[in-house]
């Protein structure tokens, strides 16, 4: 390998040490406070990647965040001990440190996205490039302290000070430029290529012209030919990267896919079976709804919460206008207002042929009404009463949708109903999560409400509850169909009277319920509430 031309530090001000410089002292310095700042941005990002990809492909993004962060902060103070040993020729192994960085942190989404699709490796995949990334990054900083002394000696207190301002202010705007910039722009694959290009022209580059004198010709040529290979596999990902990621996300899906998109909120896809014969909708990997059976859960869900008033009807979540289908076959609902967070989900559900087949084209319908907000939101702000609210949220798998099964949010829609309103909540499975199922009752308790549990055979999901509740003072309610409905191809009354009944192994478990300040995600693997 080649070495740097050792020579011990020059004292301050020593004309040999600044003979070796392209430029003057002070401007090498800003160049190389400039490349900490660069590298500060790029490592920022690779760390929100990370966690942004976590997120997406298993929700719970506290704890993605918590796993990234811990594992990379540890990994970067290995790295600050490992670098003691590179200090001698600081130049040469900081131009191999960044071009390794650049590789492995612009790589990271593709080899983690392959990792999950194809071979259910993702959190063992992601703690070794978490570890990598941070090992790397923690042997920037003191190689950088090592060439700032050899420009110019100046106290260490005020060389630490230059060198952690760069590095801060840098990860400030890598931490802005990843949600405002990268990501819309360039989506999450692409933008992390991008910044590994970034990462290694001026991480490289930099180093090699200021400090070239101070490397022989050999050592000058290796980074260089590293740069052009690590560019050129950067480059060669990004130009495949799209059919990469079609053929990975196809890979998590059983049918072929018909309609993908990033939307502002949510990885939405759409599959469909060859014969046709089966339509999917999946938002970041969760199945929504087969178009198979998905009419035992929206009849289960809507109609006995109709048993009532029901002129006025608020529908919270349901973006793909299922429910709001079940609402609209009533001709004396006067109006429907259905509150979804993604814009990108309610045009999907108004544009797409196989989806608006399946809701009967009910959002064009003139009493329905569609506002793009986030729920929790748009209740506190709310001051209209309904007859009937229908809460067909997803389930709360990261602590985004944990809100909206907490009993403070059941409190806000207590204030939206008529003193003889009713809601019908989506509350999962009874049988495989029995504690997150009867957890959403003892919030509905807590928060001013009368519950009672059913739960039906969806086949697409398994056996599936819901509640239907009234405000306090008026009893339990009653789960029957109203006298007068639309014609129903599941639900009819001997199905709802079996369904309020539950064997031993899915009555109340005493599950307490999910608050914003002790949120539970539902995890399905062990059948429980998760709580921090």
Excluded at 45 to 62: F, M, N, P, R
């Amino acid at each position: 390998m080649a070495q740097e031309r050792r020579a011990s530090p020059p004292e301050a001000g020593a004309p040999a040490a600044r003979a070796r410089l392209p430029v003057r002292p002070r401007l090498a310095r800003l160049l190389v406070l400039f490349a900490v700042f660069v590298c500060a941005a790029c490592g920022l990002v690779y760390e929100l990647a990370l966690v942004a990809l976590g997120s997406y492909l298993l929700g719970d993004t506290v704890v993605q965040a918590s796993v990234v962060l811990s594992v990379m902060v540890f990994a970067m103070g290995v790295g600050s001990l490992l670098s003691k040993r590179l200090t001698d020729r600081p130049a040469f192994w900081f131009a191999v440190i960044e071009g390794m960085l650049s590789v492995v942190g612009g790589l990271s989404v593709p080899v983690l996205y392959a990792a999950f699709a194809w071979f259910s490796l993702y959190q063992p995949a992601m703690v070794l490039l978490a570890s990598a990334i941070g090992a790397l990054i923690g042997a920037e900083i003191p190689l950088l302290m090592t060439l700032i002394q050899r420009i110019r000696r100046q106290d260490a207190a005020d060389a630490a000070a230059d060198m952690f301002a760069a590095d801060y202010v840098g990860g400030l705007v890598g931490g802005l430029a990843f949600p405002f910039a990268l990501l819309p722009v360039f989506g999450l694959l692409k933008g992390t290529l991008l910044v590994g290009a970034l990462n290694a022209v001026v991480g490289v580059c930099v180093v090699l012209w200021l400090f070239r004198g101070s490397l022989s010709p050999r050592g000058r040529l290796l980074p260089a030919v590293g740069l052009v290979l690590v560019l050129a596999v950067l480059a060669s990902s990004f130009a495949l990267s799209g059919r990469f990621e079609v053929s990975a996300r196809q890979a998590l899906y059983r049918d072929p896919i018909v309609y993908a998109q990033r939307s502002d909120y949510q990885e939405i896809v759409v599959t469909r079976k060859l014969s046709g014969s089966d339509t999917r909708l999946f938002l970041n990997g969760d199945l929504q709804f087969s178009s198979l059976d998905e009419y035992r859960y929206h009849e289960s869900l809507v109609h006995p919460a109709m048993n009532g008033p029901h002129e006025d009807v608020l529908v919270l979540g349901g973006g793909d206008g299922l429910a709001v289908r079940e609402l609209v076959g009533y001709r004396d609902v006067d109006s429907v207002t259905l509150v979804d967070l993604d814009p990108a989900v309610t045009r999907l559900a108004r544009s797409m042929p196989a989806i608006r087949d399946l809701n009967e084209d009910s959002l064009s319908d003139a009493r329905v009404r569609v506002v793009n907000a986030d729920a929790f939101t748009w209740l506190r702000e709310n001051r209209r009463r309904f007859d009937v609210v229908v809460v067909d949220m997803p389930d709360p798998d990261d602590t985004g949708t944990a809100k909206l099964y907490s009993a403070e949010f059941y409190g806000l829609v207590r204030q939206a109903v008529t003193e003889r309103g009713r809601m019908a909540v989506q509350a999962g499975s009874p049988y495989f999560a029995p504690d997150a199922y009867w957890s959403v009752r003892a919030g509905l308790r807590s928060a001013g409400w009368r519950a009672a549990g059913y739960h039906v055979d969806v086949p697409s999901f398994g056996d599936w509850g819901f509640f239907l509740a009234v405000p306090e003072g008026r009893g339990d309610p009653a789960v029957e169909l109203p006298e007068v409905h639309p014609p129903l191809r599941f639900l009819d009354a001997a199905t709802l009277r079996a369904a309020q009944t539950f064997p031993k192994d899915r009555r109340p478990t005493g599950a307490k319920p999910s608050t914003l300040l002790m949120p539970r995600l539902l995890d399905y693997e062990r059948g429980a509430w998760e709580g921090y």
